[in-house]
């Protein structure tokens, strides 16, 4: 999903600040700064959230369709799910649209734990991390950088090696300034 792209502008823009075991480098969803091993999306507890919709045309019988969605087991703000491919998804549970806001921070934090936990139980090197909560929500930028930092600072394992934060380009600046900082 995300191989690396360097135009000519990506290693000048690309950021990196170590905290605890981790480098983490900050660039825009086109200029990959390394290939990564997993990368973690946003989600709800339906699953229903995708950052490019696809339709498909149903395998089955529309009442077979509803009876699924009935039974489907609703998931857990803070879990994360691992999906197989190349490179390894992990699904975070950030949001419950069944709730106002959908996404708080409790969620985004226990999220952000499991993930780094996963990291470990699968030997993940290299990570992409978008900010959660606003890529489907309004959750501050600023909030889920200190979040992110806090969490890496307490995991302290070796996993993952490198983490590409994936930001706007027009933010890559001023987080790179902020992570290399290291103040609370």
Known sequence: MF?????????MDARTAVIGNTGVTT?????????VQAVVE????????????VLRPPR?????????????????????????GKPLRFLAIVHDLGQDPSCREEW???A???????????RIRSLALPLL???HGRFNGMRFVRLLRKALREHNLPYPGRLWLIVREKDCEWIARY??????
């Not at 191989?3 to 290693?11: K, Q, S």
């Not at 529309?62 to 609703?74: D, E």
């Not at 499991?114 to 990291?119: Q, S």
Request: with cysteine.
């Open 133 to 135: 909560g606003s890529v």
């Open 179 to 184: 992570l290399e900082r290291g103040r609370e």
């Open 27 to 35: 660039s825009p969803p086109d200029a990959a700064p390394f290939t």
């Open 3 to 11: 191989p690396p792209r360097t135009p000519a502008h990506a290693v």
């Open 108 to 110: 985004i934090t226990g």
């Open 42 to 53: 946003e989600q709800d507890t339906g699953l229903i959230l995708d950052i490019e919709p």
């Open 60 to 84: 089955e019988s529309y009442p077979a369709l509803v009876r699924g969605m009935q039974q489907q087991r609703q998931r857990t703000p803070g879990e994360v799910l691992a999906r197989r």
């Open 112 to 122: 952000l734990d499991n993930v780094l936990r996963h990291c470990v139980q699968y």
